[in-house]
């Protein structure tokens, strides 16, 4: 399967506790992006990377969340001190830019729920 | 500003057409996305449409762009109970490269 991988597909953790989400990307894509998706709503723009370059967070993104992509192939979101509003569906996605275009795909989601 | 509207919810009968609508505010957008997502699951690119384009068509999918008023269509001909989702319009902004997304519409199936 050469698609987006997401892990794990589900959390239940404690308030407060820390958790960490885990993407690996098409492997010939340069862009990788996160987005959170919570019951009703669209997918809502976290942040993305050029390669291991963060190119920008949203306003979305706390001091609690990180988001790393060491050597520009997997990338790790982190959230701190997780509250119950952070419970929601993280979704990882790729895509290689070109002249041509910027085509979008994403994996399954990381549910995470916060009790 | 950036924001993508779509009506919540379609109802339609099987074997008829559905038509989900959408519109958006940021005319840099240059690239424009249909999405569907299952229950549960990650979303799926349907198809999408460039900017200088008017139309598209993709078996049942037909997408219609109206750039004047900003107005973005999917046509699913012949609905099947497979076609059930959550269908998300989304833009790329040009100047930035990120997508939005509209909250999504669901479409039900009747028998």
């Known amino acids: 399967d050469t698609g987006v991988s997401q892990n794990p597909r589900h959390k239940i953790t404690k308030r407060g506790q820390n958790v960490t989400f885990r993407c690996d990307p098409i492997?010939?894509?340069?862009?990788l992006y996160w987005y959170r998706q919570t019951l009703g709503q669209g997918p809502e723009f976290l942040t993305y990377?050029?390669?291991?370059?963060?190119?920008?967070k949203s306003r979305l993104l706390s001091d609690r969340f990180s988001a790393e992509r060491p050597k520009g192939s997997f990338s790790t979101l982190e959230i701190q001190r997780t509250e119950q509003g952070d419970s929601a569906m993280y979704l990882c996605?790729?895509?290689?830019?070109?002249?041509?275009?910027?085509?979008?795909?994403f994996g399954e989601g990381s549910w995470l729920t916060v009790v | 500003g950036e924001d993508v509207e779509q009506s919540l919810f379609l109802s339609v009968r099987e074997g008829d057409s559905s038509v989900i609508n959408c519109t958006y505010t940021d005319s840099s957008s240059t690239y424009l996305y249909w999405y569907k997502q299952e229950p549960g699951a990650g979303l799926q690119l349907l198809t999408y449409?460039?900017?200088?384009?008017d139309m598209k068509q993709d078996q049942r999918l037909t997408v219609l762009l109206n750039k004047k008023d900003k107005h973005l269509s999917l046509r699913i001909a012949d609905t099947q109970t497979g076609d059930s989702a959550i269908y998300f319009c989304?833009?790329?902004?040009?100047?930035?490269?990120?997508?939005?997304f509209g909250k999504g519409t669901r479409l039900h199936i009747l028998p």
């Open positions: 990377f050029q390669n291991e370059a963060q190119l920008e």
């Open positions: 989304a833009e790329r902004v040009n100047r930035d490269d990120k997508i939005i």
């Open positions: 449409i460039f900017s200088n384009m």
């Open positions: 996605a790729s895509s290689l830019v070109t002249r041509s275009g910027n085509t979008i795909y």
């Open positions: 492997s010939e894509h340069n862009r």
